[in-house]
């Protein structure tokens, strides 16, 4: 049986990202393992200093309620220097760096010509990762509410 002790969860802020947090809260639960959530700032100045306090906040919330909940989490950055870095790139890195066992992140479910024009980040974490990845579609469905 699979074991896991670090969990990894990029966070999108905006987005479903929250979604895959649950998932990680529940896995971390289960094994007794730590989550660490990775946001990723845009370093190309697109985000504000307030949009950034915002994420830094928003991060800050999620590591105590998961502390709260008994779980060992921490929060880390990094910068997205696009298009340079692309980033799965930095997903991938982090998750190297922080020797996780499993990834756990939303997925936005995009296809077609959105899909081939904006590549998937998650496509290729999950070819990629050092480790098991659960991919979590970012938006609830209907039949779950």
Known sequence: MASFTEILVPLDL???????L???????????AAVVLLHLHEGYGSETEE??????????DHVARLEEAGIDARKISRVMD?????????????AREEHVDLI?????????????LLGSVTEEVVREAPCPVLVVH????????
Request: charged fraction near 15%; glycine fraction near 12%.
């Open 22 to 32: 649950e998932y990680a809260t529940q896995i971390a639960v289960a094994f007794d």
């Open 82 to 94: 696009l298009p340079t870095v692309a980033a799965s790139q930095i997903i991938l890195e982090a």
């Open 51 to 60: 949009e950034m306090r915002g994420a830094e906040h928003a991060l800050a």
């Open 138 to 145: 970012g938006a609830t469905p209907a039949s779950w509410s």
């Open 104 to 116: 756990v992140m939303a997925t936005h479910g995009r296809t077609g010509i959105p899909r081939i």
């Open 14 to 20: 905006a987005g479903g990202g929250s979604r895959a």
